[in-house]
């Protein structure tokens, strides 16, 4: 089955910890998408990925560090220096960067304490 | 800064029923937009994607309008049942990403 991976689904961290949350795709998607939903807000762009070894910030990139090493994998790490990590990761991917429909996957719960 | 907002923000119906989610957008300089589906604690599942040029698509029970003049997008329902209970999200895309709305949740009784 083509699709997106996410892994794992709930994570639990200490404050001041670093974390990677994995993104794995194989539909030969170019284009590699990380989001954050927070209750009652919309989601939010934290990085985007448009070809291998090539990644641009989104809207609330600061504490957040990502790697695009292969096509099908995008890997977020959520660095100490993020204030609120607390948060549900969706990774999206599209076949190009602009006007393609997105997909996405199952998402990551990640819990700070 | 384009801005996604959508109305309702919950709505309850009883089964069977035909309904309308509202999606409004301040920039009509975009790509497309798309209308997804969010379960509880799970991922978006896209429902529907309108290119700028089109003006409505459908999918089985569903039909998703565009007026780009406007700003707006409608998702009709029809003949509404439990399983379509969830939060339905709309999201454009002017640039590389798309901007999203918070959604309207949605429950279906039967």
């Known amino acids: 089955d083509g699709g997106i991976t996410q892994s794992p689904k709930y994570l639990f961290r200490k404050e001041g910890q670093n974390v990677t949350l994995s993104c794995e795709q194989n539909?030969?998607?170019?284009?590699m998408y990380w989001y954050r939903q927070d209750p009652g807000q919309g989601l939010r762009l934290i990085y985007y990925s448009q070809i291998v070894n090539d990644f641009q910030k989104g809207d609330i990139a600061e504490g957040y560090s990502v790697s695009r090493e292969k096509k099908e994998s995008f890997p977020l790490t959520v660095t100490s220096a993020q204030k609120n990590p607390t948060a549900f990761y969706l990774c999206a991917s599209s076949i190009g960067r602009a006007a393609y429909e997105q997909y996405f996957g199952p998402g990551t719960r990640l819990t700070v304490t | 800064k384009q801005e996604v907002t959508q109305i309702p923000a919950a709505l309850s119906v009883p089964e069977g029923e035909n309904l309308v989610l509202n999606c409004s957008f301040t920039?009509?300089?975009?790509?497309?937009l798309q209308w997804f589906r969010q379960d509880p604690g799970k991922g978006l599942t896209s429902l529907l994607l309108?290119?700028?040029?089109?003006r409505e698509q459908t999918s089985g029970r569903l039909n998703a309008s565009l007026d780009k003049s406007s700003g707006r997008s409608t998702l009709y329902i029809a003949a509404s049942q439990p399983g379509d209970s969830a939060t339905y999200l709309c999201?454009?895309?002017?640039?590389?990403?798309?901007?999203f709305g918070k959604g309207t949740t949605l429950s279906v009784s039967s």
């Open positions: 309108i290119q700028s040029s089109q």
């Open positions: 539909l030969n998607h170019d284009a």
């Open positions: 920039d009509s300089a975009i790509y497309n």
């Open positions: 999201a454009v895309q002017a640039g590389t990403a798309l901007i």
